[in-house]
């Protein structure tokens, strides 16, 4: 009984002691304090800090709430108002990250930095005129190199071309007089007002047709735009129809030309237009994107979904003669083919001749252009996609006993070459040996 009676006493004085303390705590905080002393808090310095260790870290909202209890302390702080403004851009609130830096630039001073900041975020919400309006007013003697900078990229420079308006007896090949540095090409033919939704110009253009009208203007990263300049061209090359030798050509022509099966003419202003075909086995043609990672074999070739077997038919196609400008031409499978029309094609960048059975290439002697090419090394070599180069031959193919596989070799392949334009770099990208077969290059044009 004694020792429970003890155990009593213990647990009484010790619920006694808790509210003591917790009384005198109470007592502490509300008299203590209102007598003048303070829980400590945090400095402008301390949420400062905070806020740039957040935003390196990535936790762009937790350092918006440090920038605002910073700027909260105070309103006319530039460094808290800078990077407020900086973390709401980066977290996609334009709107207050422009209050906070028009905040900054009204404390007067060096406002270069907010001027630069704010004019961006201004850009982002595509108010482009007042954006530039703003830069222009304040780079007024200036010497700030970030603000001239800017001010220099709100002004592009309108596109200049190769060749004035005018009359021509000829097919063209239109280019730019020089890049517009910064900025895009964009252009159409029908008169309208080209955007970025036009199409780019990229590298350059044939002028074919009897009557063009050509208007184009650059425009930037930024959206700013140059003065739109317009071309007229008058093609004056007598207009010819040129009639497929049959229905399998038809319809490769009218693939490759207007990606359709048929049912139009073809006139040779069309056929001047053509910058790459490929025939691959019964004639059909298809394009470098469509064959991007296609595997060809001794007799076959997939693609994707596409897949093609057997031997095309067509030996002389006639329309190679209406064609200047063809740059890429990739024959496959075609048995009979005569090299000799490719004469004519003195613009050819690339050529691909696979598994045609062709063991005289002396007729592309023309083609001076042109420099052999095979699409892999020696064996061995330690870089298989590079050519071995000679003074004569460039070409070293060879099939091994595997026959559905190409690769390098020293003598040449009587069915397998390939040629690349003198100049241009002759390890392309994307070849690359494969156990099943020959891959061509990746289109990385677009």
Known sequence: MNVIRANRFAVFFTILGLGALALGGAYYVTNLKGAGAEMPRKTLDDYLRDGEKYFERGEYQEAVISYERAAGLQEDNREALMGLGEALAVTQDLEKAEESYRKAMDLGGDTSAACVELARVMISQGKLSEAKELVERESAGSQDERLLDLKRQMTVEAPAFSLPSGSYDSYQLLTLAEPVKGAVVYYTLDGTEPGADSEAFRGDLVLADPEITLTARAINAMGYQSDTVTMNYQITVPVTEYVPQDSREGEMLHRALFNSSGGRPIY???????????????GYSYTQTELQGAVFTENKWKSGNRSGAGTGSIRAPGFLGFCPFLKTLNIAFQSNFDISVLAGCTQLEELSLINDGITDISALSSLTGL??????????????????????????????ARTDRIVGAAEPDPGSFFYRQAGRPPCPDGRRESGDGVRPPEDKSK
Do not use: N, W
């Not at 090419?373 to 099939?399: I, K, L, N, W, Y």
């Open 268 to 282: 040779s202003y069309d056929l001047a237009k053509l910058r790459e075909l490929c025939i691959v086995g019964t």
């Open 371 to 400: 420099r052999h090419h095979s699409s892999f090394g020696a064996e061995g070599t330690e870089d298989p996609g590079c050519v071995r180069q000679s003074a004569d031959r460039c070409f070293h193919m060879r099939r091994t």
